[in-house]
């Protein structure tokens, strides 16, 4: 399924997923207003509106707005903890592999 709506990269053994988009930068797998792999989905959107960049950390997609962005503002330690476990259970999940 992963290869309809991403490209792996890692060379021989793939590492990670990158989602593939549509000519708009629209997701391939968002058809008629509902994700189309909504229970495979691949971690990036699980944790959107969250992204990470390598480089500066973590950060809320630009298109994320409204009440969300208030609630995310007064939760941030609290959402971040969830986030950092989220990503330790995976960590953890590969390594046991």
Avoid: W
């Amino acid at each position: 399924m992963y290869r309809r709506f991403a490209r792996g990269e890692g060379g021989g053994r793939v590492n990670r997923y990158i989602l593939k988009l549509n000519e708009d930068n629209s997701c391939k797998a968002y058809k008629d207003g509902k994700c189309t792999i909504y229970n495979f989905r691949p971690m990036v959107c699980r944790l959107y509106p969250f992204y990470f960049d390598p480089f500066s950390g973590v950060f809320i997609h630009k298109d994320c707005c409204g009440d969300f962005k208030k609630y995310l503002q007064e939760n941030k330690l609290e959402i971040l903890k969830m986030i950092k476990a989220r990503v330790d259970y995976f960590i953890d999940l590969e390594s046991k592999q």
